[in-house]
């Protein structure tokens, strides 16, 4: 599930070109809808779904290079959903891959972004295999960074537009479709009585850890260069002594992750892995996390929202149930 934008053409008369000529200013206004949440908590929440900052950069087709880079502010707060957004931002007439970037602050990347200019750094390829956000900025106190590319676009005067995934016909209310680089997982871990006295009877301390987390994530879902691991597991404390006589449940509604992608896909050893182990001890039990447990696919793609169950089975191995859930739409609109 993506979240909508729409970016609307400028219909003021005086911030209007009419010429063909490339290279034209265009004034576009940006969008935004309610982050309201709905009805059904699996579609996630507001948080999930809030642009703090956007930046839209253009690419000419004619030579790859940039041609325009610029930047809304002024979102209403995160904390204030049912508000709608509406700024204007100048782009340029022509044909264009055009590249929609949010939340950049998430990993402090502004500078870098702003680096990016007609003179230096001005290629595609140095977006696509250069700029990364880091695995801190997928921590759930930011905003989810969120990245999506429109190729072959033409952006016309007299509040025009042509996109080809949009029919190919001339518009000026052009839906774009925000695509978060991140994953979400929300775990439910169950112990039964029995399954804490015969496991997890040594006394101490334990915890759910979550190991190989990428070190990062690159802007685009195509890119295919392998990423790093880091050996620090993300970690999720039980508690001390859990033979307590009655069934232990803990959930974490809201875990943000970046995405996890490489090949070949049924390498284990890159797959993210949960881990119940005592403090300062070897791991007790041990599960890969997929989407779809009849499939040796341990890739887990961008976008993505896992709603897990995580139990102890009969044979005492770690295992889990998994839904795949909506991840709720936010609406962006931009004219020309």
């Known amino acids: 599930m993506v979240l909508p934008l729409l970016l609307l053409m400028a219909c003021n008369e005086e911030n209007t070109t009419h ?23 699996k579609l996630g929440d507001a948080k999930d779904r809030y642009i703090n900052r956007l930046r839209v950069m253009g690419y000419r087709i004619s030579d790859g290079k940039l041609a325009f880079n610029e930047k809304a502010y002024g979102f209403p707060d995160a904390d204030t959903n049912t508000e709608t957004y509406e700024g204007n931002i100048t782009v340029k007439t022509g044909k264009f891959t055009v590249v929609f970037i949010a939340n950049e602050h998430a990993d402090d990347l502004t500078a870098t972004l702003d680096d990016i200019t007609e003179s230096q750094n001005n290629t595609l390829n140095y977006l696509k295999e250069q700029v990364t956000f880091s695995r801190a900025a997928f921590d759930k106190d930011k905003d989810i960074p969120m990245v999506t590319v429109k190729k072959n676009i033409t952006i016309q005067g007299e509040n025009k537009l042509i996109d080809p995934q949009e029919g190919n016909t001339t518009i000026n209310k052009w839906p774009i479709q925000m695509e978060r680089i991140g994953i979400k997982l929300s775990l439910t871990l169950t112990i ?16 759910l850890h979550l190991y190989n987390v990428p070190e990062k994530a690159y802007l685009f879902a195509d890119n295919k260069i392998p990423v790093d691991y880091n050996d620090e597991a993300l970690e999720f404390e039980l508690g001390t002594d859990l033979n307590n006589d009655a069934i ?38 041990k599960a890969f996390v997929r989407i779809d447990k009849n499939e040796e696919n341990y890739t ?9 169950e995580v139990f102890i089975s009969t044979d005492r191995e770690l295992e889990f149930n998994v839904s795949v859930n909506s991840w709720n739409d936010e609406e962006i609109e931009q004219e020309l």
């Open 19 to 41: 010429s063909t000529e490339d290279g034209q200013d265009v004034i576009i206004t940006i969008a935004t809808g309610s982050r309201s949440d709905g009805d059904d908590p």
């Open 192 to 207: 039964t009585e029995e399954q804490q006295t015969s496991l997890l009877a040594e006394g101490g301390k334990y915890f």
């Open 248 to 285: 232990e449940t803990w959930t974490w509604e809201r875990i943000i992750l970046p995405e996890n992608i490489f090949t070949p896909i049924d390498d284990t050893d890159k797959a993210l892995t949960l881990v119940i182990k005592q403090a300062g001890g070897a791991p007790h039990l």
């Open 300 to 308: 887990l793609p961008r976008n993505t929202f896992l709603d897990m």
